[in-house]
């Protein structure tokens, strides 16, 4: 929809300046790459209508989802009540195409749109759906990988999630951003059909184009129930298999949990970063890799800086000179700052270990 606002709005405009209306400056600057993208004839709305769905006439209907999903409206109204085509092919007459109320309307929403919506910096793709049957429940989970730009975006990031966590996410973004999210669609379910191919790969394709859409408006990007959706269940199953002694299966969830954090951004604060370093380095830790359970703790370290104690710092620095010792490298530095943190007060002697955190920490 997004693509055909813009030829209307330039087809609009090439009454007074052809030459300028594909060319200029704010031509280059609407983000086209960051809409939702038709690959047919109507609009996203409704084509994307009831194609995300779970609950079925046939199927046993999933225990956790709602049937009060919404398609988000149009973020333009089309004008006197004619189509696309009808005014792409029906122009007025000239001298007035620049006072139409249509015009008058794209031009407002590109304007609007230029604040609002920046460049895409992160890549979605469906690289699986698995239909999953845990009686009484059935449903399909997606698989997605998360791809940015950068040295770190080599190896994209993974996340699995069902269409309940999807709707779960629209519901609350619409309740805190209801302007930004007034513009993005969100299908409704639907009553049959649910597990068929086609309603499959339709699927893949909106969620796709949801979550970007959702990264292209900054306000969105860095709310925290878009990073929770992320990054919160891989930090909860990686805290619970470490906690039950998975090391090798934790150790995957911790180190992809950090990629997608690297990815992300961290707008709500150091906190999950440093419990996923402190995650990887007991991991690390506990299969004999010294060197690299050093590595996340002086990581972790950089990140805290010498800012007021940290409840991990501590607990950090204990580990970086235990490890320091025993590969033989320097750690004067780290003892000195634990010591100055003994002297006042501020930890117990001997402080808590990192793992003994871990286990303690609560996951909200």
């Known amino acids: 929809m997004a693509s055909r606002l813009l030829h209307r709005l330039r087809h609009a405009l090439a009454g007074d300046n052809p030459g300028e209306a594909a060319t200029g400056p704010e031509a280059e600057q609407f983000p086209e790459s960051s809409e939702l993208e038709d690959d047919d004839a109507e609009g996203l709305s409704s084509r994307l209508s009831g194609t995300l769905s779970f609950t079925s006439a046939e199927d046993e ?34 001298g007035q195409r620049g006072s139409q109320p249509l015009a008058r309307q794209l031009q407002d929403f590109w304007k609007k749109s230029r604040n609002t919506l920046v460049p895409q910096r992160l890549l979605f793709e469906v690289t699986s759906a698995n239909v999953v049957k845990d009686p009484p429940s059935k449903y399909v989970l997606y698989t997605l990988a998360v791809m940015g730009p950068g040295p770190h975006a080599r190896q994209p990031a993974q996340i699995s999630r069902r269409y309940s966590d999807f709707e779960r996410l629209h519901r609350n973004l619409q309740r805190q951003f209801r302007g930004p999210m007034a513009a993005i669609s969100f299908p409704r379910k639907r009553l049959r059909r649910n597990f068929t191919a086609e309603t499959i790969a339709r699927r893949s394709r909106a969620f796709e184009q949801f979550l970007s859409h959702l990264q292209a408006v900054p306000e969105l990007r860095h ?142």
């Open 61 to 94: 209907e999933e225990e956790d989802e709602e049937d009060d999903g919404e398609v988000g409206p149009d973020p333009l109204p089309s004008g006197d009540g004619a189509s696309g085509e009808d005014a792409e092919r029906s122009p007025p007459p000239d």
């Open 223 to 364: 709310a925290p129930d878009l990073q929770d959706f992320f990054v919160l269940p891989e930090l909860r199953r990686a805290q619970s298999l470490t906690c039950t002694g998975l090391y090798h299966e934790a150790l995957a969830l911790w180190a992809n949990a950090w990629q997608l954090q690297t990815q992300l951004g961290t707008p709500l604060g150091p906190d999950r970063p440093l419990l996923t370093l402190a995650g990887l380095a007991v991991c690390h830790q506990e299969l004999e890799d010294p060197g690299e359970a050093r590595a996340c703790c002086e990581r972790a370290l950089q990140l805290l800086g010498d800012k007021n104690p940290h409840p991990l710092l501590a607990p950090f620095l204990e580990a970086h000179v235990r490890l320091s010792w025993r590969l033989g490298l320097d750690k004067r530095q780290s003892e000195a700052r634990l010591q100055a943190l003994q002297e006042a007060g501020l930890t117990p002697t001997p402080p808590p270990s990192l793992k003994e955190l871990l286990i303690k920490e609560v996951l909200n």
